[in-house]
């Protein structure tokens, strides 16, 4: 090998530190909450889903279209979700804002006695007992709160509690174009 080639060879590992310590650097500087979606202006997965207080009731996305909604991810097992839920309330009731909830990998009583003790804003609770419809829409964990064109377009995907802040910066400029503001 000749001496010319060795300067080129050595440079090798630290052009990799480099990058490296690049991509960990970005890493810093990002907001972990602010999950991308693979789905954000793609369809809403299908699914057919029972209703958390009728069972026999079976769901499709079908039956969700005509106006835009929020898909609310949350489950009795998650702590955030005690946290999130009043205002979900504000949302629903004094916005006006349509929330179907995804009862998310729960056991059914326990949601029944969840929604029983804290109140119900959800139009309508599905359950995916299994969370074969999280896994289509990349859920990582509750809460998580997707918003949905009346067409049935993901528009937007948040992981965490939604809150007054979430809404105004996130969702309500997304919804505003679909017309349906409160």
Known sequence: MSKKGIPWISAIPLALFLILALFLLRGLYMDPREL??????????????????????????????????????????????????????TLAKEKGVRIIGLNYKDEREKALNYLDKLGDPYELVLVDQKG???IDLGVYGAPETFLVSADGVILHRHAGDMNERVWQKEFLPRLQPQGATP
């Open 132 to 134: 074969r419809l999280g």
């Open 36 to 89: 991308p979606s693979a789905l954000e202006d793609k369809p809403l997965p299908e699914f057919a889903l029972p209703v958390l207080q009728q069972p026999d009731r079976i769901v499709s996305k079908q039956d969700l279209l005509g106006k835009p909604f929020l898909i609310n991810i949350w489950a009795t097992w998650c702590p955030t979700c005690y946290v999130e839920h009043p205002y979900l309330h």
